[in-house]
């Protein structure tokens, strides 16, 4: 399995294990979009809570040159740990939904 397989791999089992938890109140769902071809990988919340509607991103990530983009992180624990955890290096994780003058103060990749 090369590099971009096992980023590949590795975005979809994270967002998997978020997207197969239940929402925590009203009727919401969690669904996992994946777009290997453009290399998209997110979980939209659609539903009902408390009579209003919810439907938006709770996560986006993007591989661009090599690199995982978190374009949004709505998951509370951060995905960027998932992402360490299962061995992702530092190097190669940009934390997009951060300003690019803020990004070399961060441990991360910058683009």
């Not at 978020?18 to 996992?32: E, I, M, P, S």
């Not at 995982?68 to 740990?81: L, P």
């Amino acid at each position: 399995m090369d590099n971009l397989d096992n980023m590949r791999t590795i975005i979809i089992e994270a967002l998997r294990y978020y997207a197969n938890l239940r929402y925590a109140t009203g009727a919401v769902n969690r669904l996992l979009i994946i777009d290997k071809e453009s290399d998209n990988y997110l979980i939209l919340l659609e539903g009902w809570e408390n009579q209003e509607r919810v439907h938006g991103c709770l996560v986006h990530l993007q591989i661009i040159n090599d690199k995982i983009w978190i374009q949004r992180d709505g998951i509370e624990e951060g995905i960027a740990t998932e992402l360490l955890a299962a061995g992702i290096p530092k190097n190669k994780i940009v934390l997009a939904f951060k300003p690019e003058y803020i990004r070399p103060l961060t441990e991360f990749a910058v683009k």
